[in-house]
């Protein structure tokens, strides 16, 4: 039997070197004007991974060389009727150099100055999971911007 409602596969990846995030400012479409890592659709004939490892590739120029799944969160937005489905990844080692492209500038973030204001509300709460090496599994239920409920939970793996 069919499950509740259709879910919509997206990818973010998250580069993070030592003490350093690399992020990028939105300049359009969905999350315009939020920092955030590199993502968003999978195609068809492409694993989760590619499409996380392509979208980095298109969005800030560099090829991530071990991008690794850390966690997977489901966003809900009132009054639409797919929930997204985000799969976390990490990577800490790329080949080139970051470069900005028409979706996202590429700036680096000291892990102590991350600027949370002008990120998703959700970003908050998992990121020092992803910081100190561990894995997460949430959901969050936003109207617009602001969150109306949630939940989060350590996971053993991804
Ligand atoms: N950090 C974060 N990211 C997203 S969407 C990431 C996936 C995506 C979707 C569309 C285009 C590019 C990337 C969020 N949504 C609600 N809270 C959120 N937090």
Known sequence: AASGRPLKLLTLLLVVQGDRVLLGMKKRGFGMGKYNGYGGKVEAGETVLEGA????HEE????ATDATPRGRMLFEFRGEETVMDVRVFSASAFEGEPTESEEMTTEWFGVDKLPFDRMWADDRH???????GGFFRGYFEFEKDKIVDGVLERTADA
């Open 126 to 132: 998992w990121f020092p999971i992803l910081l100190d």
């Open 60 to 63: 800030a120029g560099i090829k």
């Open 53 to 56: 490892l392509r979208e980095l």
